[in-house]
C-alpha cells in the first residue's frame, strides 16, 4: 500500500487549497474501513492532528481549523481530501496524510502547504 498526497502549494492567507491522498494496492473494503486523517507538521513543532474521518463517517477537527477545513473521501478513488479554506499563515506546514487500518498505519509522502501573508 502506498498513499500518494498532493495539491499543497503556496496561497495568500484567505485562499483556499485541496489536498488529495489517493492510496494505491488498497482493496476497497479495507480502504472504506480505515480511520483517515490529516496531519501537520509546521517548522520546529511536532506534527498534530488536524482532521479526523472515522470509518462511521464521524469528523473530528483540531480547534484552530474548525469551519475552515473539510475532510471527505471517495471510496471508489480510493482517495481521501483535505478542503482548506481561509487559509491562514500558521497553517503553513507539510501535511500528512494516514490511514490507520487495525494494527497498521499508512502515511503518504507529505505536501508542502505555504501560506504568505
Known amino acids: 500500500v502506498q498513499l500518494q498526497a498532493s495539491g499543497g502549494g503556496l496561497v495568500q492567507a484567505g485562499g483556499s487549497l485541496k489536498l488529495s491522498c489517493k492510496a494505491s494496492g488498497m482493496i476497497l473494503s479495507t480502504f472504506w474501513s480505515t480511520r483517515k486523517a490529516w496531519y501537520r507538521q509546521a517548522p520546529g513543532k511536532q506534527?498534530?492532528?488536524?482532521?479526523?474521518?472515522?470509518?462511521?463517517?464521524?469528523?473530528n477537527y483540531h480547534d484552530s481549523v474548525k469551519g475552515r477545513f473539510t475532510i471527505s473521501r471517495d471510496n471508489s478513488k480510493r482517495t481521501v481530501y483535505l478542503q482548506m479554506n481561509s487559509l491562514e499563515p500558521d497553517d503553513t506546514a507539510v501535511y500528512y496524510c494516514n490511514l490507520k487500518a487495525g494494527s497498521r498505519d499508512y502515511w503518504g509522502q507529505g505536501t508542502l502547504v505555504t501560506v504568505s501573508s
Open positions: 506534527r498534530e492532528s488536524v482532521a479526523e474521518l472515522t470509518s462511521g463517517d464521524s469528523t
